[in-house]
């Protein structure tokens, strides 16, 4: 009888379970949820529709409706395959199965979204983390000559950047593009919040996917991820995904809510021009720095950020704090944009945490 200790791979138990701050009655702003919930009507034709299904099968295989409705709530392009995950994490586990040959890497940038190195370790791969300027900008040189050294089957920018906030620039994207003997797939989570998105220039390239989520839009709580590309791609994809890994209520959920895709759309309507104003009141602060965002986060630089933490903490307010998570967020923390009131409560917290 072997103990975890003697079973389990050694880079499995070197791991940290990726950790959730504890909720309950905190004002949350840690986790890039939408803070306004789904207006009272089309909560009720939720729990018509939901109360309706039968349960006792198994979903729609095919997720043709549901497809359907991400295409036209989304408008994407007519000529390009989806492949639906639970959640955009799970895409990009079944990429990383996808391409894991051994000894092959997972490239990104530092620092990004976690997963993507997490996810290397789970699929067994090696994963390199090139180091973003001091600005958080590509640094290309070092970028393409890491691509030239390591040949990764799997390049993964996040467009604009979690926990920077910013969008890279597009034309070293396409250099990077070109780079890569591998696929390079843009993880758009962020897209209700940003200007720009490589989706409309999906055809140009024949090793790009654009991977996008309905959890920061709104709906954090369904797990729904989608994946756009070409069927040369997506066919192959597809044979990793989990049969029925959209259950049957996340799927007419989703097919609802994106039915009144307008709601959302005027919520994060609000959210940016929110954005807008905690910047520019969070720049008013003495000593604190604030990188420009194009999601429905702010990253800032304080003098002191665990102590600001726990400042915050003690009034109520949970934010994230990357103090620890990389050497270029030393005293970094990342600002979830919330409801007019929350932003308010955060930006007297804060001032009052830094005067
Ligand atoms: C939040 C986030 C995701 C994960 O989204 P889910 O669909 O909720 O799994 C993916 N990529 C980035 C960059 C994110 O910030």
Not at 115 to 120: K, L
Not at 128 to 155: N, S
Request: glycine share 4%.
């Amino acid at each position: 009888m072997s103990n975890p200790q003697q079973l389990i791979r050694p880079d499995i138990l070197a791991l940290k379970a990726y950790h959730v701050q504890p909720a309950a009655n905190m004002v949350k702003l840690d986790a890039m949820e939408n803070p306004f919930g789904l207006p009272p009507t089309l909560c009720d034709e939720l729990g018509e529709t939901l109360g309706k299904l039968p349960v006792n099968r198994y979903p729609d295989a095919s997720y043709a409706t549901l497809k359907a409705s991400l295409r036209r709530a989304f408008s994407l392009p007519d000529d390009m395959q989806l492949l639906l995950g639970n959640g955009s994490d799970e895409i990009i586990q079944i990429l990383a199965m996808a391409v894991a040959k051994p000894g092959t890497a997972i490239l990104s940038v530092e620092p990004s979204f976690v997963m993507y190195r997490m996810i290397a370790t789970f699929c067994n791969m090696r994963y390199v983390g090139v180091p973003l300027k001091a600005d958080f900008t590509l640094d290309l040189d070092a970028t393409l000559a890491a691509i030239k050294r390591e040949q990764p089957a799997l390049v993964f920018l996040a467009y604009p950047n979690n926990p920077t906030g910013n969008h890279f620039e597009p034309a070293e994207i396409e250099r990077i593009i070109h780079a890569t003997p591998g696929l390079v797939v843009i993880d758009e989570a962020y897209q209700a919040f940003a200007r720009d998105s490589f989706l409309p220039r999906l055809a140009e390239f024949d090793n790009v996917l654009v991977m996008r989520t309905v959890s920061k839009l709104g709906l954090a709580g369904l797990r729904l991820g989608y994946l756009v590309g070409a069927a040369q791609w997506l066919d192959e994809l597809e044979k990793l995904r989990l049969p029925y890994n959209i259950n049957v209520l996340t799927q007419h959920a989703a097919e609802t809510v994106l039915g009144h895709i307008d709601v959302l759309n005027a919520q994060t309507q609000v959210l940016r021009e929110e954005r807008t104003k905690l910047f520019s009141a969070l720049t008013t602060l003495p000593g604190i720095e604030t990188f420009p965002s194009d999601a429905n986060f702010i990253l800032v630089r304080v003098p002191d950020a665990n102590a600001v933490n726990a400042k915050l903490r003690a009034q109520g307010i949970l934010i994230k704090n990357l103090d620890a998570a990389h050497p270029s967020l030393k005293n970094c923390l990342r600002l979830t944009v919330g409801a007019p009131e929350e932003n308010q409560m955060l930006f007297e917290a804060l001032k009052s945490a830094l005067i």
